[in-house]
């Protein structure tokens, strides 16, 4: 079992940066893909992007492309985003989640094993 844990989310306003972390306990992150989700109320759980287990790969929705970076320190167990420029739309609460691979569906939620239980991310205006 992996347990993850999210935080470094906040008020913010637009413009403004934050960096989200994801702790794990349980087993070592080094096996799996990361990805990071969020939803917003009333709406479905969007993909915003994904890790390779080793670092070396990532991929972005186009809506925090260029905006937003995804990391991971393996020695830290924590995965990291980034995220900068905010916009008031990015409001949501963000999810990260483990998977075994990486290549794939990167939006598909059934695809990931494990899901911390999400941090508030606000953007004022």
């Known amino acids: 079992q992996v347990q993850l844990v999210e935080s470094g989310g906040g008020l913010v306003q637009a413009g403004g940066s934050l960096r989200l972390s994801c702790a794990a306990s349980g087993r070592t992150l080094s096996n799996y893909a990361m990805g990071w989700f969020r939803q917003a109320p009333g709406k479905e759980r969007e993909f915003v992007s994904i890790i390779s287990a080793s670092g070396g790969r990532t991929y972005y929705a186009d809506s925090v492309k260029g905006r937003s970076t995804i990391s991971r320190d393996n020695a830290k167990n924590t995965v990291y985003l980034q995220m900068n420029s905010l916009k008031p739309e990015d409001t949501a609460v963000y999810y990260c989640?483990?998977?075994?691979?990486?290549?794939?569906?990167?939006?598909?939620?059934?695809?990931?094993?494990?899901w911390g239980q999400g941090t508030q991310v606000t953007v004022s205006s």
């Open positions: 989640a483990a998977r075994s691979y990486y290549s794939g569906n990167s939006g598909y939620t059934g695809g990931y094993n494990y």
